[in-house]
């Protein structure tokens, strides 16, 4: 395996012959090899697929939306589309109705408070 490795980077790792030694450069081409793009459309299906369970807090539903978001590529809107998930979950929590204005602007303030 190591030699298949090593010809591997020097085969087709690297097109500047000066990052054939560059570990940097090496790593990334390895993962662009082997691990391939990321599906963004398949990740923001999972994204908008998520529900927010009963049992969960808000802070562990956020918490996760946001992890979600990271491999989504959304952008400048990110911090939008988790609020408007969390609208939508909320509103369809029994126990939340009404309170969805509220907590997308208590959220919408922690998050301006964090930068």
């Known amino acids: 395996m190591l ?5 591997w980077r020097h085969g ?3 097109a500047n012959p000066n990052d054939k030694t560059n570990v940097e450069k090496i790593i990334e081409a390895f993962n662009r090899h082997w691990i391939g793009e990321t599906n963004v459309t398949y990740e923001r299906y999972v994204f908008n697929q998520r529900i927010k369970q009963l049992s969960e807090s808000i802070d562990d539903f956020v918490a ?11 952008e400048q809107l990110e911090d939008s589309l988790i609020r408007d998930r969390i609208i939508v979950e909320i509103r369809d929590d029994p126990r939340c109705v009404g309170q969805a204005h509220q907590v997308s602007h208590k959220y919408v303030r922690f998050k301006m408070k964090s930068y």
């Open 64 to 74: 996760d939306l946001r992890k979600l978001a990271k491999s989504c590529a959304f």
């Open 3 to 7: 030699r298949n490795a090593s010809s």
């Open 12 to 14: 087709i790792c690297c």
